[in-house]
């Protein structure tokens, strides 16, 4: 069964930084693209970052130099450190495996999906 968990969330202020990470179970997880998408009250599931089977990556354009993503293939982790953090990063962010081992901007390319964890950034 496939298991997609998402930890490190919270309450940060603007111009703070959080790490998230996600610990994946039941697939071999080096074999697959994963993804960052966020969504916020209101508004549509939004690509954030993504990782390459082998680690070449992709970002928003409103996260890049701001974020890095980073996957640990002995460990079955991905993570997602945000620094520089603004009130318009508040969101749902999740976690997904995608269908294939290339980067993927598109949810549709994405199979699994985590729970979410909640990041609010106060102002």
């Known amino acids: 069964q496939v298991q997609l968990v998402e930890s490190g969330g919270g309450l940060v202020q603007a111009g703070g930084s959080l790490r998230l990470s996600c610990a994946a179970s039941?697939?071999?997880?080096?074999?697959?693209?994963m993804g960052w998408f966020r969504q916020a009250p209101g508004k549509e599931r939004e690509f954030v970052a993504a990782i390459s089977s082998i680690g070449g990556t992709a970002f928003a354009y409103s996260v890049k130099g701001r974020f890095a993503i980073a996957r640990d293939n002995v460990k079955n982790t991905l993570v997602l450190q945000m620094n520089s953090l603004r009130p318009e990063d508040t969101a749902v962010y999740y976690c997904?495996?995608?269908?294939?081992?290339?980067?993927?901007?598109?949810?549709?390319?994405?199979?699994?999906w985590g729970q979410g964890t909640q990041v609010t950034v106060s102002s």
């Open positions: 039941g697939f071999t997880f080096s074999n697959y693209a």
């Open positions: 997904a495996s995608s269908r294939t081992f290339a980067v993927e901007r598109r949810t549709g390319e994405y199979y699994y």
